[in-house]
């Protein structure tokens, strides 16, 4: 088989002392340079409070502010903001891994010198900074072996507690964004921005104006987050969002889980924004007990904050959805697209690689009692969605784990966690595209080369879209199997 390279492993540090670094697929965090005032973290409220007069007169507050000019006033201690303002931000936390790192540490050190040892250089570089997140990978035959490997770092980070609710958080990733599912500002930055970070423990951040997606309706049970962001993607296109906070309110966004939520988060970097997020409240709460002793404060826009734009959609009315070939604002129905002859099948990702992402294609094969036409690879994106392959019954199957169901049907044994052919690679990263084949896959972007090779053709799909379409052979409709 060939071999699962480790994406990169990143490392986060923040305003609270915190930094993280892994090997592409594990992170690091460990506490930045305190630049302000300690303030308190705990939960004061869940929702804004009414106002029983008009923002103009509420002391300090010259004007209501959306949720992510809320958090960027606090971290840079300023009464209020407004878009298009260029302010100073003190940072919580800043992640990093081994594709950025080595080029992160040189600003830091100001040290250009170039070397092929980036994971080396992350763990010397934790040792000597004293940093406490560092999720090394020293064995790269066996990931089993190594306890602190944790997989693709934008999963890792909210598995180990690393995002929270009213924090700054920056990575040298684009898909950073993820974390904005936790209520707090994430977004990717570059590593001079990154080796700033670490001396300084702030970020120079032009605030950006708000669009505000409000979902409603019941969530049909052929549909997931994927199936939304895909049909916002092909609303605004991919340069709609360009340097724009993308927030999601309604009843919809209100019924997903955090896994869920962070699908939609982690895309809206292809969509040109600068961040995605959603309010927090119980779920996000519940997700983070016993992941965080870390007090935390969310925010929330107020009721008459300015947004750019705001997008109602009806979500009970969606259908499934891909993003054709080689953008993923190419949006279509997948039931157009049934005619699609496909030679392979991807399920992994920071998108599309959580445990719930292989539990819905695991419901689809189940459902389906049927082997899959086309090789069907899979890659979880941690150490403990592996794990949940392995130990988790999916529901309604009699106690079948996932990958029970995956090896009755026919698929791949389950990879090694990381970012595998996501982003391409070397030649022998598992799951690659070394040839022009077409393949449905659970990722975030399909240019060309994204995968691999120049020639070929990704279908963006939801997990239940790409499992349905490996039972086929063709790009289906997950209907099909779960009527």
């Not at 040189?106 to 080396?120: H, P, Q, S, T």
């Not at 129905?333 to 990702?349: F, H, P, Q, T």
């Not at 595998?420 to 022009?436: F, H, I, K, S, V």
Request: aromatic share 8%.
């Amino acid at each position: 088989m060939a071999s699962s390279s480790v994406a990169s492993s990143p490392v986060f540090l923040s305003g609270k002392r915190e930094i993280v670094k892994h090997p592409i697929a594990s992170p690091l965090i460990s506490p930045a340079p305190r630049c302000r005032k300690e303030v308190s973290r705990k939960i004061l409220a869940v929702m804004a409070p009414a106002q029983s007069r008009s923002p103009s007169t509420t002391g300090s507050v010259k004007h209501a502010m959306t949720l992510t000019e809320k958090i960027l006033a606090r971290a840079s201690e300023r009464p209020q903001l407004s878009p298009g303002e260029n302010v100073w931000v003190n940072v919580d936390v800043l992640m990093t891994h081994d594709i950025c790192g080595p080029g992160t540490i040189g600003i830091f050190k100001k040290d250009d010198e170039r070397a092929n040892r980036n994971v080396d250089i992350l763990r010397d570089f934790c040792m000597e900074q004293n940093i406490e997140y560092f999720y090394d990978i020293k064995d790269l035959s066996n990931f089993r072996v190594n306890p602190d490997y944790k997989g693709v770092c934008h999963i890792a980070l909210a598995q180990e507690g690393h995002c929270r609710p009213g924090e700054v958080l920056l990575g040298t990733d684009s898909h950073t964004c993820n974390a904005g599912a936790f209520g707090q500002f994430a977004t990717g930055i570059g590593n001079t921005d990154a080796g700033f970070v670490m001396g300084t423990g702030k970020v120079l951040l032009k605030i950006p104006p708000t669009l505000r997606f409000i979902l409603d309706g019941e969530m049909p049970n052929f549909l997931l987050a994927k199936d939304l962001i895909l049909q916002i993607i092909g609303e605004i296109t991919v340069s709609g969002g360009t340097y724009r906070s993308m927030e999601f309110v309604g009843s919809t966004i209100e019924s997903l889980t955090m896994e869920e939520r962070m699908t939609l988060c982690n895309m809206v970097v292809e969509a040109g924004a600068k961040n995605g997020v959603v309010p927090a409240d119980l779920t996000t709460f519940n997700y983070l007990e016993g992941k965080t002793s870390v007090n935390y404060e969310p925010v929330y826009s107020d009721g008459h904050a300015k947004f750019l734009q705001e997008y109602r959609i009806d979500v009970s009315k969606l259908e499934p959805l891909v993003a054709k070939p080689h953008s993923p604002d190419n949006r279509a129905l997948a039931r157009e697209c049934k005619d699609v002859k496909i030679d392979r099948v991807y399920i992994g990702s920071c998108t599309g690689g959580k445990t719930e992402d292989f539990m819905a294609a695991a419901k689809v094969f189940l459902s389906s009692g049927t082997k899959v036409k086309v090789p069907t690879f899979l890659v979880p994106a941690t150490q403990k969605v592996w794990m949940d392959l392995y130990a988790l019954p999916v529901p309604g199957s009699g106690g079948k784990t996932c990958s029970q169901i995956f090896e009755e049907a026919g698929c791949d044994v389950p990879a090694s966690p990381s970012c595998g052919a996501c982003l391409g690679g070397p030649q022998d990263t598992y799951g690659r595209m070394n040839e022009a084949k077409v393949c449905v896959s659970t990722t975030n972007r399909n240019f060309p080369g994204r995968m691999g090779h120049k020639e070929g053709q990704i279908y963006l799909a939801s997990p239940y879209t790409a499992a349905a379409s490996a039972l086929t052979g063709l790009v289906t409709d997950p209907r099909d199997f779960l009527r």
